[in-house]
């Protein structure tokens, strides 16, 4: 670059930009009603969601999606989620990650435009901005304008419908964590005791009224990490909203344009309306190509091809499409589209793999849960008669949504004796230990040698604990310790 | 561009300099400027300054609203008379009131009904095992594996008795504990050291002893040994040294040594006699507790 290019940069254009409140206007068009529609499903699915019944029977909540963080469990409609367990949660983070890898590879942060929570929500708080103050010339005229009547009557509406829709945002995520139509039952009727009901709906209502109504796109410039990720997950095939510089510059009126034509001279489709500037929710010029700030709405597009009809010049000026498509173009090669690259069949496969995985390991999971614990001080006992005696916590996680007792076996030590404290032995010598409807037990089990000898060392012991009823068998391993 | 002079900045005079955009970065400059270097406007955020002035004007009701500031004969008491102690009392009482109604079950309920009833064992497992580490583990251990002189609770070996009972009569009232009437009391006489028998027969008695223990290195039991056994030791460890947890003497004839099983050092417990001294525990902690730690160290070896 030459010195006078660097100063016509530095000159011209600021590195960094002086912060500045964006007004974005209003658009309508494709992209604008693809982002309506997936805006509608999102809010509905986030605020009714908690709605939904699911009945599990007599002794389960009856709530499709709940966390229940006093019982530890966590229901998703049919699928019932333990504490040790929570490895299916790590497998959804992982989906969520892959596809997310996979939507980026496909068509860039085509997240962040249309389902990222802080999107929908700031599109959410615009609409209402709209709606009361206008569009975005009113809108700047309005904020430069003294304290009317009238601007203060406009302020005070839109901040209260902001806090509104904040407060049943903070509200709606509540209801996720306990029986939503009973505390929204006791919201209503003041009735509520818990102080951390409130609580959490104040700290929601305030980050969201902050993010989505004062943040905004500052949060995607500055807050999140995804952006500055992302550039090392795409590659020169993900579509990206794009200007076509190639057919857009030079950029003149549509006379000299016209003019030029004619003349047989260069001559571009941009006439430099500043519409798609005008309707961008970050404030981002996309005529300087891909940058941080855009979040791949595609708003637009849609403003730019609003314009093309009017000058009657084909649409999609700007579009998606690849950097690499607009320099093929200015090369005179086709345009090319990758969707089935090493990257993206990888992914998916690997999304199929995880997916796969949970599925099959979810639906053959027992209903039965044991784990064993082995005594760490003292690991071993020498008994009066020179036998041994290992103690263990054996923890039984019944699952299923009545009581069912069990009967524990050992194996693995020859001629050990079993006993549980506080569970006598039954008429054939056996231990039989109930445990209630979708509940945990814990159990010390003592597990004793008798007469002198035996083994030194350590061997592994096994124990079996089968339904009194189905036979159904669950097994656990731990070690017999001599000392 | 001028100099700008450090006078007419401090006196609050309208700047002097050329206020103008920075071409670099987009942002007015202040008209200061040393040596050619110009500063640029970029005052601290206004939400910054606000939660600065926020934050001091919270720290000094903080102090006046708590106890903070201190005086020739103490200290102010803040507004709500709030001091950590209250706090801790109220929060122990929080305490008490949630776990009161189990505590109330395991106080009523009779000792051996505690431990079948799923929910009253969880819950007396859980205060006992906190009251053991508390008070026991410094001497029994963290899990009630004893030591050299301190008892192992995880075995099935008692001196006083392994039942519930048994347990929470020595947990209650101590061994050789001389302040506690219902002490746990007995005492190995001091064979050696108070001439009763000879080092030789206290000799012959270590390897009689050793015979019970079937110690690999232990030699076959001589009439000597039997008849000296037998006149001086068996009234207590019996005929057959099966031992009488009536009376805390220890069985001689299993594995278990609470001292070891090596001749030294039997022979300095016939020498020297006496016995290990545990405090009794009641008054000190309360009744519930007191049930709770005999059920827990019940559970560890489940003794007779």
């Known amino acids: 670059m030459s010195s006078a290019e660097t100063q016509s940069i530095l000159l011209d254009d600021p590195i960094v930009e002086a912060p500045h409140k964006v007004y974005p206007k209003k658009v309508d068009g494709q992209f604008r009603r693809i982002k309506w529609g997936i805006q509608f499903a999102t809010l509905a699915i986030y605020y009714f969601l908690p709605f939904v019944r699911w009945d599990r029977g007599l002794n389960a909540p009856s709530q499709a999606v709940l966390v229940d963080f006093p019982h530890r469990r966590f229901y998703f409609f049919f699928i019932e989620i333990w504490p040790q367990e929570v490895y299916y949660v790590t497998g959804l983070l992982i989906l969520a990650a892959l596809a997310l890898f996979l939507m980026n590879a496909v068509a860039g942060r085509i997240w962040c435009g249309y389902m990222c929570p802080q999107t929908v929500w700031t599109d959410f708080y615009l609409t209402t901005e709209r709606w009361i103050e206008g569009d975005a010339r009113d809108r700047v005229t309005l904020d430069e304008s003294p304290w009317t009547r009238d601007k203060i009557r406009k302020k005070v509406s839109k901040h209260f419908l902001w806090l509104l829709i904040a407060w049943w945002t903070g509200g709606a995520w509540v209801l996720y964590f306990t029986d939503a139509p009973t505390v929204v039952w006791k919201l209503a009727t003041f009735r509520n005791g818990a102080f951390d009901t409130y609580l959490w709906i104040g700290i929601l209502t305030f980050t969201t009224y902050v993010f989505a109504g004062v943040m905004r796109e500052k949060l995607c410039l500055h807050a999140c990490p995804w952006p500055r990720i992302q550039a090392a997950l795409t590659d020169e095939y993900a579509l990206n909203v794009t200007y076509r510089y190639d057919r857009g510059e030079p950029r003149m009126s549509l006379k000299q344009a016209t003019a030029a034509r004619a003349a047989n001279l260069p001559s571009g489709d941009c006439v430099d309306c500043g519409q798609c500037v005008a309707v961008c929710p970050t404030g981002v010029d996309i005529r300087k190509g891909s940058q941080l700030g855009c979040i791949q709405c595609g708003l637009c597009i849609d403003a730019c091809d609003a314009i093309m009809e009017k000058i009657h010049r084909p649409a999609r000026l700007i579009g998606y499409d690849t950097e690499m498509n607009v320099k093929r173009r200015q090369c005179g090669e086709s345009a090319i589209y990758k969707p089935f690259r090493v990257r993206t069949v990888l992914y998916v496969l690997l999304i199929l793999g995880v997916a796969g995985f949970m599925s099959v390991t979810l639906a053959t999971r027992d209903d039965m849960h044991v784990s064993v614990l082995h005594d760490r001080n003292p690991l071993a006992v020498r008994l009066k008669d020179g036998g041994v005696r290992n103690g263990y916590t054996l923890r039984f996680a019944n699952k299923k949504a009545e009581a069912r007792s069990f009967t524990i076996a050992v194996s693995g030590v020859a001629g050990a004796q079993l006993e549980i404290v506080g569970v006598t032995p039954g008429n054939k010598g056996k231990a039989v230990i109930e445990v209630g409807p979708d509940q945990t037990r814990e159990a010390r089990v003592l597990l004793s040698t008798h007469g002198a000898g035996g083994s030194k060392g350590q061997a592994p012991v096994t124990f079996t604990t089968t339904d009194a009823v189905s036979g159904e068998a669950t097994q656990v391993t731990d070690v017999f310790i001599w000392p | ?304």
């Not at chain 2, 009833?117 to 007396?124: G, I, K, M």
């Not at chain 2, 006083?160 to 347990?167: M, S, T």
């Not at chain 2, 390897?207 to 076959?220: L, N, Q």
């Not at chain 2, 009234?235 to 001749?263: I, T």
């Open chain 2, 1 to 304: 561009m001028t100099t700008m002079s450090d006078d007419t900045f401090e006196n609050g005079q309208a700047r002097t300099g050329k206020v103008r955009i920075d071409p670099a970065s987009g942002v007015p400059t202040t008209g200061h400027e040393w040596d050619g270097i110009e500063e640029l406007n970029t005052p601290l955020p206004r939400w910054w300054v606000w939660t600065f002035w926020i934050t001091i004007i919270w720290g000094v009701g903080y102090t006046i609203v708590y106890p903070a500031w201190p005086t020739l004969s103490g200290g102010t008491q803040g507004l709500f008379a709030w001091s950590s102690r209250t706090q801790v009392a109220s929060d122990v009482a929080d305490l008490q009131t949630t776990r009161g109604p189990v505590l109330g079950k395991i106080a009523a309920a009779p000792l051996d009904k505690i431990e079948s009833d799923p929910e009253l064992l969880a819950a007396a497992r859980m205060v006992g095992k906190v009251a053991f580490a508390t008070n026991c583990a410094s001497c029994h251990g963290a899990g009630g594996q004893g030591a050299k002189g301190y008892a192992n609770l995880n075995d099935d070996d008692w001196l006083w008795g392994g039942k519930l009972a048994d347990i929470k009569q020595t947990i209650e009232h101590g061994v050789r504990w001389d302040a506690d009437k219902a002490t746990r009391s007995s005492a190995m006489p001091a064979f050696g050291r108070d001439g009763i028998l000879t080092p030789e027969q206290i000799a012959i008695v270590a390897d009689h002893v050793r015979t019970y223990a079937e110690t690999p290195d232990s030699d076959a039991p001589t009439p000597q040994g039997e008849k000296l056994y037998a006149e001086n030791c068996a009234s207590c460890h019996g005929v057959e040294g099966k031992g009488n947890p009536e009376m805390g003497a220890p069985a001689l004839y299993d594995q278990v040594w609470l001292y070891g099983a090596d001749k030294p050092t039997i022979v300095a417990r016939i020498a020297n006699g006496g016995g290990a001294v545990m405090p009794a525990w009641k008054g000190r902690l309360d009744d519930t507790t007191i049930k709770a730690l005999a059920v827990y160290v019940h559970s560890l070896g489940g003794g007779q």
